[in-house]
């Protein structure tokens, strides 16, 4: 069994599968914390965990290898001791996050881990800038901005033979903030994170961020692994059967957010007017938005109908060091509302208005939905339901789809559409 050394796991990490494990962070950590805590940080493993022991780890050697085939190797003591450390704080993201959203949203089912929210967490990492080591190992970087590189891909190769590559542009850009990390939340790296060493690629898709990483090649290609040519890439929502090579290997992110956190709190009077005397229901939400490539979220939109009306979320105060030269972390949101008896709805009614992106128009649904309302079920004294929705919109205006079934893919990667919630209440 060659996960017979896997290390153990917090049990309040949600388990998708345990070999290899794959688990999502729960909803009540992200909402708690900016920095997720080691132990609750998602956890994605095709394999198995290498095992280094601690004496070990110090002499790991990473070797890098440019495009003529020379090679240099550094020992982690090396990395540790000759080159300046650097602190990033970034967010990881896998391509597969809300993946089970966009099955259920679209009514289609999507190949892969049915993740919820929680394949996303946010870590400060300790390393050396991927930059500073590929100069050392003769790498000159002027040869990307003049264009006459023949690296154009820089490939990490991980222990356990997991690979991914990511542009070197990225890798040079002084902006660009690569690190290979050692260090998570001032830890030594926890080995289901790659423990001793992993490239962090802030902005990209975690694939990117090739864990238990000993190898580093400078090519004029991508990765040749299947991470890099057969996965991790989107198609139209029509394209079934697809040439993988046409479509490029996904990067940098796009715009993203949760509601991580559903509180309800009492009863009050409308304050829209005061002879109604209709009561209002308090809601409080929480959750993250993130954008990719460094891009910062400029608002979080939020609906308490389903997307008919919005309003602003507070964003909560940056806590990423300024340093990090582009905003590599989530920002976290809160919003206090309150919705109006009116707009909660029996289960049917409520499922029949959110459940399916392409059904709700649908003369089934429609029937299913009088039906509900002729049995009388939605009088005083029945559990009633509202949705609650949420999207971002980021530094350049990129926002959220609205339906999933507008982005479905057949792996699911990138689910993305506004994040609606079943809110429900006894009237
Ligand atoms: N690196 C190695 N060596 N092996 C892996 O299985 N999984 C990738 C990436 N790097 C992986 C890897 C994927 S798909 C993701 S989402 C992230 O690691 C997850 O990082 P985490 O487990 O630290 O959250
Ligand atoms: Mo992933």
């Known amino acids: 069994d060659p996960f017979a050394d896997d290390p153990a796991r917090h049990p309040d990490l949600i388990m998708r599968t345990q070999k290899p494990c794959n688990a999502e962070t729960p909803g009540q950590a992200l909402s708690a914390q900016f920095i997720?805590?080691?132990?609750?940080?998602?956890?994605?493993?095709?394999?198995?965990?290498?095992?280094?022991?601690?004496?070990?780890?110090?002499?790991?050697?990473?070797?890098?290898e440019l495009p003529d085939g020379t090679t240099k190797k550094y020992t982690l003591r090396d990395l540790k001791t000759k080159f300046a450390k650097r602190k990033v704080t970034a967010v990881l993201q896998c391509s597969g996050n809300r993946r089970s959203h966009m099955s259920k949203g679209s009514g289609r089912p999507t190949n892969g881990l049915q993740w919820e929210a929680g394949a996303i967490s946010n870590a400060s990492w300790e390393g050396v800038l991927l930059a500073d080591i590929l100069a050392d190992a003769g790498f000159d970087a002027a040869t990307v901005r003049d264009g006459t590189s023949e690296a154009q891909h820089v490939q990490f190769s991980g222990m356990e033979a997991y690979g991914a590559s990511i542009p070197i542009r990225k890798a040079v850009d002084p902006q660009g903030d690569v690190l290979l990390a050692y260090g998570m939340n001032g830890q030594p790296l926890p080995r289901d994170h790659g423990y001793p060493l992993r490239s962090i690629v802030p902005g990209h898709v975690a694939a990117r961020s090739v864990k238990w990483l000993n190898h580093i090649t400078l090519s004029d290609e991508e990765s040749p692994s299947q991470w890099q040519r057969k996965d991790y890439k989107c198609f139209g929502p029509n394209q079934t059967k697809v040439d993988w090579e046409s479509a490029p290997a996904i990067q940098e992110l796009?715009?993203?957010?949760?509601?991580?956190?559903?509180?309800?709190?009492?009863?009050?009077?409308?304050?829209?007017?005061?002879?109604?005397?209709?009561?209002?229901?308090?809601?409080?939400?929480?959750?993250?938005?993130?954008?990719?490539?460094?891009?910062?979220?400029?608002?979080?939109?939020?609906?308490?109908?389903?997307?008919?009306?919005?309003?602003?979320?507070?964003?909560?105060?940056?806590?990423?060091?300024?340093?990090?030269?582009?905003?590599?972390?989530?920002?976290?949101?809160?919003?206090?509302?309150?919705?109006?008896?009116?707009?909660?709805?029996?289960?049917?009614?409520?499922?029949?208005?959110?459940?399916?992106?392409?059904?709700?128009?649908?003369?089934?649904?429609?029937?299913?939905?009088?039906?509900?309302?002729?049995?009388?079920q939605n009088s005083k004294g029945d559990r009633r339901c509202t949705t609650v929705a949420i999207k971002a919109t980021d530094e350049a205006y990129n926002t959220q789809p609205e339906s999933h079934a507008a982005t479905w893919n057949f792996r699911g990667n990138l689910a993305t559409a506004w994040h609606r919630v079943q809110v429900c209440t006894d009237c």
């Open 36 to 64: 997720t805590p080691n132990e609750l940080f998602y956890v994605r493993n095709h394999m198995w965990v290498p095992k280094v022991s601690s004496e070990e780890a110090e002499a790991h050697v990473l070797t890098v």
């Open 254 to 376: 796009p715009v993203q957010s949760a509601i991580t956190g559903v509180k309800l709190g009492d009863w009050k009077a409308s304050e829209e007017s005061a002879s109604s005397d209709s009561p209002e229901k308090e809601v409080a939400l929480d959750g993250y938005a993130y954008s990719g490539g460094g891009r910062s979220v400029i608002r979080v939109d939020v609906s308490l109908d389903d997307g008919k009306t919005w309003s602003q979320a507070n964003l909560l105060r940056d806590e990423a060091p300024k340093l990090d030269s582009k905003a590599w972390s989530w920002k976290r949101w809160k919003f206090n509302g309150a919705v109006p008896l009116e707009a909660f709805k029996t289960p049917e009614d409520a499922a029949a208005s959110h459940d399916s992106d392409e059904d709700r128009n649908t003369i089934r649904r429609g029937t299913a939905r009088r039906s509900a309302n002729e049995g009388g």
